[in-house]
Every structure is written in C-alpha cells, then in structure tokens.
C-alpha cells in the first residue's frame, strides 16, 4: 500500500461542529474569505459535506477521523461507553484505550519516522499508544479545551456590587438560569437570598464521569436534565458585595469606593477599590490581595476584558498555588452605586499533566504563554454571548494558531492533527436557545443569527492565520466532526447521552421506576419490570435473563419484543406535535448499515426524526435544522499533491479521511481502515 509521497508535510485543522451548510452561506455571503481561499486554491464538494459517519457526537467521529475506521469497528459508539452486562451504567469513552482501531498517527511516527503531533484530538489520542519519540500528544481526555480536564483550583465568580447590599455575602456553588435581557448577574445575586446552595446534579454527574475507571449511573427523568446538552445552567460561587466609602487603606485615592469579594472557595477575602477619574466618573475598578498593599494586581476600565490574569488561590492547606484565570468588568456606574462583575474559574498555571513529553507544555508556555482558560457563562444571556463568551473563544482561538504556527515555522513537526472546540463550545450554549430565543430575534443589536455568523467569521479569521503555509509545502485538510444544529421542537427526552432515557420508554411501557412513598417516580430503576432501557444517544439495550443480573427477558422472547419496541417508535408521535419523533430504528445486527452494530452498541439502535434531533448525537448525519443549520460534517483540502479549484461530486465519508491523507505522504493505510482515498481530488 505504500507509494511515491505527493507532500512531505500535513496539518488537519478539525474545528469541531463546524457545519458546512452554515460555513457554504456565510462564505458565499464573502464573511468567510480564509475558507473560500482554501477552496480556491484547493478541492472540495460543492456544498462543502463530508458524510459523516454515526452516531453524531465527538468522541466516536473523531475517532473515525483518525482510523478510517467506523463507530462499529473501532468501538466507540457514544460519548459515553455502555456497560453490555450492567445495561444501566456508562463509562468515559474519551480514552485512546477504549478504541480497537489503528490511528494513521501512529504509523507517521513509528514506521514513516516523521515527527507527528497530535494537538488536542478527542478521539482515542490520549493517552498515547506508541511509544516512539516522533509521536507528540496534547491532551484529549475532552473536547473543551486543553487542561480542562484537571479540577479548576476555583470556580467562576459572579459578583453584585451594590451600596443598597448591607453586607458582603458569599453564596457557594450556585445556579444560574437567567433569559433574556438585562444582566445575568442582577438576576443570579436574587436567586439565593438565603444563602442556599442549588446543586445541579447532572453537571456533578458529567463531573464525576472523569474517572475514567469507575462508571456511574443516572436517569433522566425531566427536561431540565436535558440541558446538560446545551449547558444552560451556569454554575459559579455568587457573591453580593457592598459598596462603601473606602476606609483604612495604605493608599486609596481621594473619593474611592471600596468592596470585598472572596475567592479560593471562599477562603479568602480579598478588598479592590472603584476610582473615578478626572471627570468624577467612576469608570475602573483595581483588585488587591490585602489593603496594606500600594500596588492592585489588577487595574481593569468599564466594560474591560483580562484575560490569562496571573494569580493565586489557596488550596485546602492553606497554601497560596499559582493560577491564570480571567476578569471581566460588565458594568459599572458612573456614580460607583453598583457593577457586575465575573471572575472565571481559575486555572492551575504548571501542570503538564496532558503533555507527551513533558517538556511541550515548557516549550508552549515559554514561547506562547499560559493555556488559556474560557469563561464558561450562560448561553441563554445575550450580553454575556457577545461580551464574554465569544470574547474568550477569540482569545483561546489566537493562542491555539500561534502555537501551531509556531511549530510550522520552526519545523517542528511533518505531521500535526489539530482539534479547535469554539464553534461547539458556543453552539452548546447558545445554538440550543435559537428557535425559542424571542428576545435576541426582537433586539435591534446583535439576534441570534448574528451571534452564530460571528462565531464562524471568528473561526475564518483563525484559518487564516495558516494560509500562508500553503506557499510552503503544507497540504492542509480543513474538517470536523459533525455540524451543529438548532431542534425546532422541545420536549421529547430520547436520545439524550448522558444517562437512561426514562419518559419515552416509560410511556410506551419498558422503562419502569421504582416509586415513593407518594407513588411518585423515583431515579432507581425497577429492575423487575423493566423489559427495556434507552441509554446513551441512540441504544437501547433489552433486560435480558442470562446477560444482565436483574433480567427478565427469555432470550427466546428477544428477537419478537425488538420487533415491537421497533415498531412502537416508528408509531410513537410527539404529544405537543403530533409528530413522528423517529427516523430510523433497527437490530443491533441491521446496524452495520450505519457503520454500527457489534457488542459496544445496544441491542437496537435509533436515530431521531429532524427537528427533534437536540445539536447533534442523536440523528442521521444527513438532517438539517432551524436556522439554516445541519448535523453534516465538512471537508476541504488543499496544498500540495491535491487538486487546485476542484469541486468534485464524490460522496466523501468520515472514514474517507485517514486513507486520502496516507495516500498523499505514501503512508500505509490504518490496518482497521474502511475507507478509501478521494482519488478524485488529488492531483496525480
């Protein structure tokens, strides 16, 4: 299989979510002229697919990126892994060791001896599985952002400043669910006037899912768990802060205000003045580790964003651990009365836990900077999407280009996989709130639609910064996961990953809870009449005697009760609607037409019907959404040993991928690879 190399050198630039029907109209609306000079200059289909392979989440796509392997034979079917045996319980699936499929990364390093890294891909990259000295990995224990993977030393503040708050209350852990206009923050500082605390046990659950070891259980009983997919609830350390004349300072200028916040978990009390300037308007506010100091560590104006503040934050010991993390000023009256403020989890500065070898995390640090940290703010909040969130994805997107152009200049590597989360990582907070958003369609600023076509003109403006490289031997591939879509109907819970999906199966009859003293219905399944679970995206898994501990179905009954599951989803129809909420469903053997099936997928496996498809992971890779948006995939390709100004007609597939490049560096191909090169568009 090998052959003459048409290129010598590589990079994907995966940008997860990226949606080409989207990335097509915006291109063609001249918004995104980096991608139309890709095109240009390179090979693509006409409205810019690749097929995607299924089911449609992170972890298995990127993946199949990586092997030409489908879901079905490298065996990463979901998000989440699916205990065969105990049908209820799920484990992490971001662990290179869960795949049975050769990534192409490592035939780059071990048998072509080209230097290859793998920069944060969320596809069975981490930990690394050769152990050649030409194989560089990044992180990918998840899709976020590199390091998100370790425990923030502390959680993201939000804080009320007002001087008709009477004292400074400190409310740990707190859950924020604000809509429409107006301040987050205004409304979260009300949400707690006791003190109490709101626990979000799905974010705990996903949390806990890190132990890579150790699975867990959890049903989802109500929409509100749903949301986890969107992550809508925002989940910081609240603080209301009052405002006063400043007193008792080593050095605090004439008519200066003064307020406490606390950070490390509350530990730690920290005081920061609000100055005016020549005019009188109090237009900055400066943060202080103690008031003896002369010197703030932060000085930040109205409506000012820091990003990659160095600090502190003291851990249980009492010790004082170095941190980054940002700080934003929302608002701030021009008399001082009141400001809202947000203060982003922080970031332990030094841990290279996520770096092979060790040595990278120095080399980025030391010529790029720290790893950012974004703010991870409610999505359903357009001021905190404009100002703060597509913001901080700007920031992390320019640091990501200038570490691996770094590596390009310096020749560092032959070969570079690259993974980009910003266009997910704000589809996932905002995307899922567009159809019912009525507010952002009514506001005469930025709507919705605006919102999105921003997040993906931020991404051309980082795709441009590897232009350049075309000029010098780079053949570059420009693809993704899976795009992202807005559902047009609510309220259906199948096809959720992170847990059982209990109502639809409980109103057809399989799912039964265990109920309470009330009768009502509880989180624990009643094993002793459940004949089926949907669990995970799109699998279901039947109560089987002799496979799992509490079954009840005769092996011999199987076959004919999947015929009637089956059957009843087909003629399930959504009660708000009236509509068919499934598109597709079939036996575990029938799936290998999808690139399914086999022992990590459920005994049937389902796909839903367009518009109840929530974002992604749970439909056919084909669907289309509210807003012009769609589930597919994108691919272009242009450089050396690829056809300039190309459109071909091929139907190019995931699996197509790792093939097309091992052709064009005359690599062997995976050894579990299914797909084959897109002859069609390279130049030989």
Same mark, same amino acid.
């Given at each position: 299989?090998?052959?003459?190399?048409?290129?010598?050198?590589?990079?994907?630039?995966?940008?997860?979510?990226?949606?080409?029907?989207?990335?097509?109209?915006?291109?063609?609306?001249?918004?995104?002229?980096?991608?139309?000079?890709?095109?240009?200059?390179?090979?693509?289909?006409?409205?810019?697919?690749?097929?995607?392979?299924?089911?449609?989440?992170?972890?298995?796509?990127?993946?199949?990126?990586?092997?030409?392997?489908?879901?079905?034979?490298?065996?990463?079917?979901?998000?989440?892994?699916?205990?065969?045996?105990? =049908?209820?319980?799920?484990?992490?699936?971001?662990?290179?060791?869960?795949?049975?499929?050769?990534?192409?990364?490592?035939?780059?390093?071990?048998?072509?001896?080209?230097?290859?890294?793998?920069?944060?891909?969320?596809?069975?990259?981490?930990?690394?599985?050769?152990?050649?000295?030409?194989?560089?990995?990044?992180?990918?224990?998840?899709?976020?952002?590199?390091?998100?993977?370790?425990?923030?030393?502390?959680?993201?503040?939000?804080?009320?400043?007002?001087?008709?708050?009477?004292?400074?209350?400190?409310?740990?852990?707190?859950?924020?669910?604000?809509?429409?206009?107006?301040?987050?923050?205004?409304?979260?500082?009300?949400?707690?006037?006791?003190?109490?605390?709101?626990?979000?046990?799905?974010?705990?659950?996903?949390?806990?899912?890190?132990?890579?070891?150790?699975?867990?259980?959890?049903?989802?009983?109500?929409?509100?768990?749903?949301?986890?997919?969107?992550?809508?609830?925002?989940?910081?350390?609240?603080?209301?802060?009052?405002?006063?004349?400043?007193?008792?300072?080593?050095?605090?200028?004439?008519?200066?205000?003064?307020?406490?916040?606390?950070?490390?978990?509350?530990?730690?009390?920290?005081?920061?003045?609000?100055?005016?300037?020549?005019?009188?308007?109090?237009?900055?506010?400066?943060?202080?580790?103690?008031?003896?100091?002369?010197?703030?560590?932060?000085?930040?104006?109205?409506?000012?964003?820091?990003?990659?503040?160095?600090?502190?934050?003291?851990?249980?010991?009492?010790?004082?651990?170095?941190?980054?993390?940002?700080?934003?000023?929302?608002?701030?009256?021009?008399?001082?009365?009141?400001?809202?403020?947000?203060?982003?989890?922080?970031?332990?500065?030094?841990?290279?836990?996520?770096?092979?070898?060790?040595?990278?995390?120095?080399?980025?640090?030391?010529?790029?900077?720290?790893?950012?940290?974004?703010?991870?703010?409610?999505?359903?909040?357009?001021?905190?999407?404009?100002?703060?969130?597509?913001?901080?994805?700007?920031?992390?997107?320019?640091?990501?280009?200038?570490?691996?152009?770094?590596?390009?200049?310096?020749?560092?590597?032959?070969? =570079?996989?690259?993974?980009?989360?910003?266009?997910?990582?704000?589809?996932?907070?905002?995307?899922?709130?567009?159809?019912?958003?009525?507010?952002?369609?009514?506001?005469?600023?930025?709507?919705?639609?605006?919102?999105?076509?921003?997040?993906?003109?931020?991404?051309?403006?980082?795709?441009?910064?590897?232009?350049?490289?075309?000029?010098?031997?780079?053949?570059? =591939?420009?693809?993704?996961?899976?795009?992202?879509?807005?559902?047009?109907?609510?309220?259906?819970?199948?096809?959720?990953?992170?847990?059982?999906?209990?109502?639809?199966?409980?109103?057809?009859?399989?799912?039964?809870?265990?109920?309470?003293?009330?009768?009502?219905?509880?989180?624990? /399944?009643?094993?002793?009449?459940?004949?089926? /679970?949907?669990?995970?995206?799109?699998?279901?898994?039947?109560?089987?005697?002799?496979?799992?501990?509490?079954?009840?179905?005769?092996?011999?009954?199987?076959?004919?009760?999947?015929?009637?599951? =089956?059957?009843?989803?087909?003629?399930?129809?959504?009660?708000?609607?009236?509509?068919?909420? /499934?598109?597709?469903?079939?036996?575990?053997?029938?799936?290998?037409?999808?690139?399914?099936?086999?022992?990590?997928?459920?005994?049937?496996?389902?796909?839903?019907?367009?518009?109840?498809?929530?974002?992604?992971?749970?439909?056919?890779?084909?669907?289309?959404?509210?807003?012009?948006?769609?589930?597919?995939?994108?691919?272009?390709?242009?450089?050396?040993?690829?056809?300039?100004?190309?459109?071909?007609?091929?139907?190019?597939?995931?699996?197509?991928?790792?093939?097309?490049?091992?052709?064009?560096?005359?690599?062997?191909?995976?050894?579990?690879?299914?797909?084959?090169?897109?002859?069609?568009?390279?130049?030989?």
């Amino acid at each position: 299989m090998k052959r003459k190399a048409l290129t010598d050198k590589v990079i994907v630039l995966g940008v997860d979510g990226f949606d080409p029907r989207l990335a097509k109209k915006f291109m063609d609306q001249g918004k995104m002229p980096a991608l139309k000079e890709f095109t240009r200059r390179g090979s693509a289909r006409e409205d810019l697919v690749l097929l995607g392979a299924m089911p449609t989440v992170t972890p298995p796509l990127w993946t199949t990126l990586a092997t030409g392997a489908n879901p079905g034979t490298h065996g990463i079917t979901c998000f989440f892994a699916s205990d065969p045996v105990n =049908i209820d319980t799920m484990y992490y699936n971001l662990d290179s060791r869960q795949s049975k499929a050769e990534p192409l990364w490592n035939v780059f390093a071990e048998e072509a001896g080209k230097k290859t890294l793998v920069w944060h891909w969320p596809g069975s990259s981490w930990p690394p599985t050769s152990d050649s000295p030409n194989l560089h990995v990044v992180d990918g224990t998840q899709p976020s952002g590199i390091n998100n993977g370790i425990p923030f030393l502390d959680l993201l503040k939000v804080i009320t400043g007002s001087e008709k708050i009477a004292s400074s209350q400190y409310l740990p852990n707190t859950s924020h669910v604000a809509q429409g206009q107006g301040c987050i923050i205004d409304n979260a500082a009300d949400l707690m006037e006791d003190g109490d605390q709101a626990e979000t046990s799905v974010f705990r659950k996903v949390i806990a899912a890190g132990n890579h070891a150790k699975g867990f259980q959890f049903s989802i009983t109500e929409q509100e768990e749903c949301e986890i997919e969107a992550l809508g609830n925002m989940v910081c350390d609240t603080i209301k802060a009052a405002i006063k004349p400043a007193a008792g300072w080593a050095q605090a200028p004439a008519g200066a205000k003064e307020f406490t916040f606390f950070v490390s978990g509350g530990l730690e009390r920290r005081p920061a003045l609000i100055l005016p300037n020549e005019q009188g308007v109090y237009d900055s506010i400066q943060f202080y580790k103690s008031k003896k100091e002369t010197d703030p560590y932060l000085t930040l104006k109205r409506g000012e964003i820091r990003f990659d503040v160095r600090d502190t934050v003291k851990n249980d010991q009492g010790e004082n651990v170095p941190c980054n993390r940002n700080y934003q000023v929302l608002e701030l009256a021009e008399d001082g009365s009141k400001f809202n403020l947000i203060i982003n989890n922080a970031s332990q500065v030094g841990r290279d836990d996520y770096f092979h070898p060790k040595s990278l995390y120095r080399e980025v640090v030391e010529n790029i900077g720290n790893v950012p940290v974004n703010f991870r703010v409610n999505g359903a909040n357009e001021i905190l999407v404009r100002e703060t969130m597509l913001p901080s994805w700007e920031n992390y997107c320019n640091w990501q280009a200038e570490c691996l152009t770094y590596f390009m200049k310096n020749n560092k590597y032959d070969i =570079i996989f690259s993974h980009l989360h910003n266009l997910d990582g704000v589809g996932h907070y905002f995307w899922h709130y567009a159809c019912n958003q009525e507010e952002w369609k009514d506001n005469n600023e930025l709507t919705y639609q605006q919102y999105q076509e921003e997040a993906y003109c931020q991404t051309d403006r980082y795709l441009s910064k590897f232009l350049p490289f075309l000029d010098q031997g780079w053949t570059m =591939i420009i693809t993704s996961d899976h795009g992202l879509l807005t559902q047009e109907y609510h309220g259906v819970i199948l096809g959720e990953i992170h847990g059982v999906n209990v109502p639809v199966m409980a109103e057809l009859g399989y799912t039964v809870m265990v109920k309470d003293e009330k009768g009502k219905d509880t989180k624990e /399944i009643d094993w002793s009449k459940t004949r089926a /679970i949907a669990i995970r995206g799109d699998h279901i898994y039947i109560n089987l005697k002799g496979r799992n501990p509490h079954g009840i179905v005769e092996p011999a009954d199987k076959y004919e009760l999947e015929t009637q599951i =089956i059957s009843d989803l087909y003629n399930y129809r959504d009660p708000h609607t009236g509509r068919r909420v /499934i598109s597709v469903a079939v036996r575990n053997k029938d799936a290998v037409h999808f690139g399914m099936g086999g022992p990590e997928c459920g005994d049937i496996v389902y796909f839903t019907e367009e518009g109840f498809n929530k974002i992604h992971a749970d439909s056919l890779s084909t669907q289309w959404g509210y807003a012009g948006t769609s589930v597919s995939p994108l691919f272009v390709a242009a450089g050396p040993g690829i056809k300039e100004n190309c459109v071909t007609e091929r139907v190019i597939r995931q699996a197509d991928v790792a093939p097309t490049i091992a052709a064009l560096t005359g690599v062997r191909m995976p050894a579990q690879c299914e797909g084959a090169p897109v002859y069609q568009i390279i130049s030989e």
